[in-house]
């Protein structure tokens, strides 16, 4: 829904309730998709420009004025931006980049929607017979206003604001019919199996007590007892009594939304009303596009031309469909001649479940947040394999900017520009001209550089509206860059982020300073997440390696009161047969002498149980070395190795290897695509040999980590170090016993998996034996 629905006072009938933006996006809308007059300044930019405003005005100056209306069965609702009741003046406040005779026409013709329907409100609510209307446009760079006014008569406002509220109507009765279906569907929902999985129920209690109690919750829960389903049936059973508007599905990587949609499907199935819940997948910008070749506007993109235009028939024909996957969303969008990627970004609006990566509700410039927030919708949200969300986070809220880059925009920026970029990279040698080190972090940002950055970014803003450029190109890719590293600044604290600076060399051993790194570097993205539990309902993390707690809720800001549930494994010892190689070791010092044991014992448990088996190393390098090593000794036995930067494709090959009746070895890295995510159940795998602890490298990045996290937590090493490295470990031994009838064998190649402080960290139920050489019965 995009609204919320509430009953009448007094009266049975519902009410749709819908924000003013919401309405005006739908009825006031028209002609070409148009990205030439963005991006927009920041949010705390907006905040800033606003305030910058308000600042100007007497003393009298209202400011966030929430006005609501009704027509008919619709209540709109919203804030002013301001009112000035000495003039009689009610202003909606724009701010922008770049300049302003540039912005296309519907921009400025939704900007007037919105004002003059604040202006009804107004009029309504203060019982004022006219009322001026000013269109207030403030140049973030410039501080500079442009102020559009016209004076309305009150009379003529109601009509325009009934008219907006009859184009969006039909519309409206048809969501509240729909909402009412799927929560009537939803509330009588069965689970779609004939019993409940052991593990199963335990996790689908705690989930639905989350709810219940609009709590946050982390679950611990093994894999291979199905928690996509067992997360997703108690929500959506909580969905109506809860008044959710929508729940959101997050996943870590893109094969995780296809167990997601299958679940969907089957719980859709089991529903007495077919198709009464809409599922929307989505996908990124760059792999929906139809035409890369083009700019995002309708002089360039035969998609863009129009869009709006035919958007509505298009959003109509999308919504009949309960599953909106990745080919149904492009066919609908092929047969309007819209642009699918921006079509699923207007759903997002009307589905009632999506299914998308993080960064849809995490990031920085998240959509599924934002629209939450604009339309204040009551949401619950699952983030699944959540042990990822750290380290994507950090990724998420940080941002590097390298001097080549900067060199290449210069190559192709026009004569104005090049000033600007020249500034920049004085200013820039100046920063690193007396670095010792490869690599340093520093206290302070630095200011002088930041300034000529951002006037950089004012000039290349005019240049790309008024000459718009591929977003392939180095110009338009360094721009980005420019603006997201800009607002990472605005954010910088040490409590949660560091500045360094690398060289692609050390100084000592000449290294060029010319090929350096500019980094704003997110360490502990917890206060940056903590505003995203905080804005759902209902949000639970769940994963198979979500332990220690404490240091799940310390780096990823888990709210004080949130409920942790830990599942017990329903599998018993006696299935996963676990040997400790402690007679090899895997330290880096040790790595060349590691090879030829390993491969003995790894062709030594084929021999004695034929199979499929994954043997996975830290890092390609290692990996590399010892799949040579092991077909140079054991040619006979088949292989297939993982390389860097796999497609689909090429994964899905991988993959196909492992076969019902099959063997052989396949080579993965730890902590890769096939370490997790990855279901290979019965004899499709039986068992995994994982070499080292997969703890990560020590360089100066991770060294900043540990000392910024001892300070922090008092438990640097633990947390930068040791509990990143055993979680890969446990992902990745979790691929073998996937379900009650499997069996298999798992080696842990490394002395130091006999430590305390490591084998507290393996999971309760496996029963680890120590061995100085494969037994003769070849362990499994």
Known sequence: MNALVDERPGDSASVYTIAVRALCEFGARRGDLDLRFTPAPSAREGIAGHAWVRSQRGAGYQAEVALDGEYRHLRVRGRADGYDPARNRLEEIKTYRGELRRMPENHRHLHWAQALTYAHLMCRQRGLARIEVALVYLDIGTQRETVLAETHDAADLRLRFEALCASFLAWSEQELAHRARRDAALAQLQFPYPGFRPGQRPLAVAVYNAARKGLC???????????????LFPLLKAMPAQGLDKIYFLTAKTPGRAPALQALQRIAAAQAAPGALRVLELQARDKACEHPDKACHGESCPLAQGFYDRLPAARAEALHG??????????????????????????????????????????????????????????????DE???????????????????????ARREAPAEARSALDAVA??????????????????????????????????????????????DGALLRFYFDALHFLQMAELYDRAHSVLDTSLAEAPAAGGARGLSTLCIRNLIPAPFLAERYAAAHT???????????????????????????????????????????????????????????????????????????????????????????????????????????????????????FTEHGSGIGFAVLGGAFAEGVD??????????????????????????????????????????????????????????????DRGVLYLIDDRYERSEVRELLPQWWRVASMDRLATDGGA
């Open 322 to 383: 309960a599953q909106l996957d990745r080919p149904a969303l492009r066919a609908v969008a092929a047969r309007h001649q819209v642009c699918p990627y921006y079509l699923g970004q207007d759903l997002m609006r009307w589905c009632d479940v999506a299914v998308g990566d993080f960064n849809y509700y995490f990031d920085l410039h998240a959509p599924l947040y934002r629209l939450a927030q604009d339309h204040e919708w009551r949401v619950g949200v699952l983030v």
């Open 680 to 741: 290979l159940p019965g004899r499709r795998l039986i068992g995994a040999f994982v070499a080292t602890l997969g703890l990560p490298q020590i360089n100066p990045v991770n060294e900043e980590i540990m000392r910024r996290m001892d300070a922090a937590f008092g438990r640097g090493y633990d947390y930068a170090y040791l509990y990143p490295g055993l979680r890969k470990v446990v992902q990745a031994a979790g691929r073998v016993i996937r379900g009650q009838d």
């Open 539 to 657: 949000c639970t993390l769940f994963s198979a390696t979500l332990a220690p707690w404490n240091y799940y809720v310390d780096t990823l800001g888990l709210p004080a009161q949130a409920a942790w549930a830990g599942v017990e494994s329903p599998f018993k010892a006696e299935q996963l047969q676990v040997y400790v190689a402690r007679h090899i070791s895997t330290r880096y010092k040790h790595r060349r002498a590691s090879l030829a044991p390993m491969a003995q014992l790894v062709a030594q448990q084929y021999r004695a149980r034929p199979g499929n088996y994954l043997a996975f190393a830290s890092s390609f390098d290692y990996l590399g070395q010892l799949a040579d090593m092991f077909r140079q000794l054991h040619p006979d036995i088949p292989v297939w190795v993982q390389a860097p930067s796999m497609n689909e494709a090429e994964r899905h090959a991988f993959l196909e290897n």
């Open 426 to 471: 004085r200013r820039w040698s100046a920063l690193v001209a007396d670095q010792a080190q490869a690599y340093e972090t520093r206290d302070e940002l630095p200011e002088a550089l930041i300034a000529a950055l951002q006037r950089a970014v004012g000039v290349l803003s005019d240049d790309q509206e008024a000459n718009p450029r591929s977003a």
């Open 217 to 231: 919750l982390g679950a611990q829960a093994p894999t291979g007892i199905g928690k996509t389903i067992g997360t």
């Open 386 to 408: 959540a042990h990822n969300l750290l380290d994507r986070a950090r990724g998420m809220y940080t941002a590097q900017l390298h001097r080549s880059q900067l060199s290449a």
